[in-house]
């Protein structure tokens, strides 16, 4: 007779749920004995890292990832970068185990008591199964539920001893829609108040990647001759950065991002909250005049929008729909973005002068990944991107997800076939948070390079407490850690690049190597403002 286990196991081939990223505990044992041949098991070394490669991985491949924590403490350990996976939209498949049913009462050690609060309020659904026989029908429901728009984490809490139970018939893999497309009456006004706009803007956000739809966000952008910003603090890049049309990213506070707009009497906002911000800095939520529109597969954030109008629809489809029904424009082009200023010679190297480098040998295809808040400013105005799926960061702005989350993109781009090549960049102060990530890059092989901007501070926190006025915070500084130590501890090839030139060759050396390389780059101790 077939058991829960067998039952289940059957329903992740058929779903493609063979890769499971995890860090296995005594209850999760019994889900993972026998393991299969058919399957790979990430091995993480914490609980965190299992996440954040998972997330990496499931927005590479465009499909739900399968991440096994350990019961409440793993789940716990876990829980920064499963709010990370709800803001960034990752479909995740997160599942835990449980104590045994029948001790469940007595609260023996390793119980979850109340497992499907703990994650809450940062994945779509919590469920632990009545039944034993319910897991496999749990489960398919976990998947219909992440992939379907907004897409995002799910959680199911399994007892260990449910998976030696006799199981019922199984449940039909299913498929289910995973795009809709924006109510047709409605486009149409979006279409005319676009078509008879004096001054559009368009602002694009990490649903127009996700989506695959640069090319229907370029056609609109020259339909409408309108500039095209990046939505504020992006984890994903949405347009052609080189692309005459592209102004740049806005800021992420109130007053400095509505006069960024000031000029324009329609904002058209796709695939991102109206809007993210960070440090509050009042002012007006759009320039006297404006109105804007917002596309969004998301009724929460349609509903939390400060301003303008909503319309409900996929952004690819939405884009490409506005392309067809808005007439050809005739005004000026908009005026080009400002290059950035010439980099300075120091040594060590300024923010801008390392990426500056970077960019100069940026490989072709390059995929980045990053997770430097303080040197963010210059690695925008350094870095470019023309090629979708080249950028990825935290859309929660909590760290610890970026080195994990390269581990996984790099995986993916192996699974794939794609090969594109992955470089993380992560301050010196993020790389602590999930460092643990190294050696699962270091056992899988994985040719990923680490540039590590060394400061030896939380710089981003000094440029805070500059813009609130807040001297005095304490532990902002961070001497006498060894980042190359701790590299070659984790089994990582490492250099020390101090100057353009030496990274420049470390980066093409990383790149063919046969294993993670990690690249620490000393710089400059300026606090940059945070604006």
Same mark, same amino acid.
């Given at each position: 007779?077939?058991?829960?286990?067998?039952?289940?196991?059957?329903?992740?081939?058929?779903?493609?749920?063979?890769?499971?990223?995890?860090?296995?505990?005594?209850?999760?044992?019994?889900?993972?004995? *026998?393991?299969?041949?058919?399957?790979?098991?990430?091995?993480?070394?914490?609980?965190?890292?299992?996440?954040?490669?998972?997330?990496?991985?499931?927005?590479?491949? @465009?499909?739900?990832?399968?991440?096994?924590?350990?019961?409440?403490?793993?789940?716990?350990?876990?829980?920064?970068?499963?709010?990370?996976?709800?803001?960034?939209?990752?479909?995740?498949?997160?599942?835990?185990?449980?104590?045994?049913?029948?001790?469940?009462?007595?609260?023996?050690? #390793?119980?979850?008591?109340?497992?499907?609060?703990?994650?809450?309020?940062?994945? +779509?659904?919590?469920?632990?199964?009545?039944?034993?026989?319910?897991?496999? *029908?749990?489960?398919?429901?976990?998947?219909?539920?992440?992939?379907?728009? %907004?897409?995002?984490?799910?959680?199911?809490?399994?007892?260990?001893?449910?998976?030696?139970?006799?199981?019922?018939?199984?449940?039909?893999?299913?498929?289910?829609?995973?795009?809709?497309?924006?109510?047709?009456?409605?486009?149409?006004?979006?279409?005319?108040?676009?078509?008879?706009?004096?001054?559009?803007?368009?602002?694009?956000?990490?649903?127009?990647?996700?989506?695959?739809?640069?090319?229907?966000?370029?056609?609109?952008?020259?339909?409408?001759?309108?500039?095209?910003?990046?939505?504020?603090?992006?984890?994903?890049?949405?347009?052609?950065?080189?692309?005459?049309?592209?102004?740049?990213?806005?800021?992420?506070?109130?007053?400095?991002?509505?006069?960024?707009?000031?000029?324009?009497?329609?904002?058209?906002?796709?695939?991102?909250?109206?809007?993210?911000?960070?440090?509050?800095?009042?002012?007006?939520?759009?320039?006297?005049?404006?109105?804007?529109?917002?596309?969004?597969?998301?009724?929460?954030?349609?509903?939390?929008?400060?301003?303008?109008?909503?319309?409900?629809?996929?952004?690819?489809?939405? #884009?490409?729909?506005?392309?067809?029904?808005?007439?050809?424009?005739?005004?000026? *082009?908009?005026?080009?973005?400002?290059?950035?200023?010439? =980099?300075?010679?120091?040594?060590?190297?300024?923010?801008?002068?390392?990426?500056?480098?970077?960019?100069?040998?940026?490989?072709?295809?390059?995929?980045? =990944?990053?997770?430097?808040?303080?040197?963010?400013?210059?690695?925008?105005?350094? #870095?470019?991107?023309?090629?979708?799926?080249?950028?990825?960061?935290?859309?929660?702005?909590?760290?610890?997800?970026?080195?994990?989350?390269?581990?996984?993109?790099?995986?993916?781009?192996?699974?794939?076939?794609?090969?594109?090549?992955?470089?993380? =960049?992560? @301050?010196?102060?993020?790389?602590?948070?999930?460092?643990?990530?190294?050696?699962?890059?270091?056992?899988?092989?994985?040719?990923?390079?680490?540039?590590?901007?060394?400061?030896?501070?939380?710089?981003?926190? +000094?440029?805070? *407490?500059?813009?609130?006025?807040?001297?005095?915070?304490?532990?902002?500084?961070?001497?006498?850690?060894?980042?190359?130590?701790?590299?070659?501890?984790?089994?990582?090839?490492?250099?020390?690049?101090?100057?353009?030139?030496?990274?420049?060759?470390?980066?093409?050396?990383?790149?063919?190597?046969?294993? %993670?390389?990690?690249?620490?780059?000393?710089?400059?101790?300026?606090?940059?403002?945070?604006?």
């Amino acid at each position: 007779m077939a058991t829960v286990r067998d039952t289940t196991y059957d329903l992740l081939r058929a779903l493609g749920l063979t890769t499971v990223f995890g860090n296995p505990g005594s209850t999760e044992e019994p889900f993972l004995h *026998a393991f299969p041949d058919d399957f790979h098991y990430v091995l993480a070394l914490h609980e965190a890292s299992a996440v954040g490669m998972a997330d990496g991985y499931a927005q590479v491949t @465009g499909a739900p990832a399968h991440v096994n924590l350990h019961t409440a403490p793993g789940t716990g350990n876990a829980m920064g970068n499963i709010v990370t996976a709800w803001h960034n939209r990752t479909p995740l498949i997160v599942t835990a185990g449980q104590q045994t049913r029948e001790m469940l009462l007595l609260e023996p050690r #390793l119980t979850a008591r109340h497992p499907t609060e703990l994650p809450q309020p940062y994945v +779509k659904w919590a469920h632990e199964p009545v039944r034993a026989q319910d897991v496999p *029908a749990a489960l398919m429901r976990a998947y219909a539920t992440a992939i379907q728009p %907004p897409t995002g984490p799910v959680f199911l809490s399994l007892p260990l001893d449910d998976w030696a139970q006799p199981a019922d018939p199984p449940p039909q893999a299913r498929t289910v829609a995973t795009r809709f497309a924006p109510d047709p009456e409605r486009l149409r006004q979006f279409a005319a108040a676009l078509a008879t706009s004096r001054s559009p803007a368009l602002v694009y956000g990490a649903a127009v990647d996700r989506a695959g739809a640069w090319e229907a966000g370029v056609a609109l952008a020259e339909r409408l001759i309108a500039p095209v910003w990046s939505a504020p603090a992006p984890e994903r890049t949405a347009f052609p950065e080189n692309h005459p049309h592209f102004r740049g990213v806005l800021p992420f506070a109130i007053g400095p991002l509505a006069d960024q707009l000031r000029g324009h009497d329609t904002v058209l906002v796709v695939g991102a909250p109206v809007f993210r911000y960070y440090p509050h800095v009042p002012g007006e939520t759009l320039p006297d005049g404006a109105r804007l529109l917002h596309v969004t597969d998301d009724p929460e954030e349609a509903a939390r929008a400060p301003v303008g109008d909503s319309l409900l629809g996929d952004a690819g489809l939405t #884009l490409a729909a506005l392309a067809d029904l808005v007439p050809p424009a005739d005004r000026p *082009a908009p005026p080009a973005r400002p290059a950035p200023p010439p =980099v300075e010679d120091s040594s060590p190297l300024s923010a801008d002068g390392l990426f500056a480098a970077l960019a100069r040998h940026w490989p072709a295809d390059g995929v980045l =990944v990053q997770e430097s808040p303080s040197n963010l400013s210059a690695l925008r105005r350094r #870095l470019r991107f023309d090629t979708a799926g080249s950028y990825f960061t935290m859309a929660s702005g909590g760290l610890g997800y970026g080195l994990p989350a390269a581990v996984g993109i790099a995986l993916a781009q192996r699974d794939t076939g794609r090969h594109r090549p992955v470089i993380a =960049v992560i @301050g010196d102060g993020s790389f602590h948070y999930s460092v643990q990530a190294l050696w699962t890059a270091s056992q899988l092989r994985l040719p990923l390079a680490v540039v590590v901007p060394v400061n030896q501070q939380y710089a981003i926190l +000094k440029a805070f *407490a500059e813009l609130k006025q807040t001297p005095g915070v304490p532990g902002l500084d961070l001497p006498g850690i060894d980042v190359t130590a701790i590299a070659r501890g984790y089994g990582c090839a490492t250099t020390v690049a101090d100057d353009p030139d030496q990274l420049g060759e470390a980066l093409a050396t990383a790149l063919r190597a046969d294993g %993670p390389t990690v690249l620490p780059v000393p710089i400059r101790t300026d606090v940059p403002p945070i604006l």
